[in-house]
Nanobody, 123 residues
Framework: QVQLVESGGGLVQAGGSLRLSCAAS????????RGWFRQAPGKEREFVAA????????AYADSVNGRFTISRDNARNTVYLQMNSLKPDDTAVYYC????????????????WGQGTQVTVSS
């Protein structure tokens, strides 16, 4: 289906910022809600943020609300995750996702997944 490729991960100090990008390919990209999940060492995958097909509605996990911002540029088939005030607990592999509806992603499900990009936050 939709192919997703993440980029922008790396090592950052606590309090710093990173911006993740996820490029998508596929004819129906603009009709998909987009989102991000993460999986920390020893933890299961968890929902981080989601954005609807038009970019007008967003959803965030409580743990990142107010610090992270999701956005999308449909002309470039790309979704972004701006991460500010990063904490060591944010360390995880971050996965881009796509689904028919925002609610699907917020529920922890997706139709397509990227391979992930590592984010490491040091103290």
């Amino acid at each position: 289906q939709v192919q997703l490729v993440e980029s922008g991960g790396g090592l950052v100090q606590a309090g710093g910022s990173l911006r993740l990008s996820c490029a998508a390919s596929g004819r129906a990209f603009s009709s998909y809600a987009r989102g991000w999940f993460r999986q920390a060492p020893g933890k299961e995958r968890e929902f981080v943020a989601a954005i609807d097909w038009g970019g007008g509605s967003t959803a965030y996990a409580d743990s990142v609300n107010g610090r992270f911002t999701i956005s999308r540029d449909n002309a470039r088939n790309t979704v972004y995750l701006q991460m500010n005030s990063l904490k060591p607990d944010d360390t995880a592999v971050y996965y881009c996702a796509a689904a028919v509806a925002l609610r699907t992603i917020a529920r922890g499900l997706a139709d397509s997944w990227g391979q992930g990009t590592q984010v490491t936050v040091s103290s």
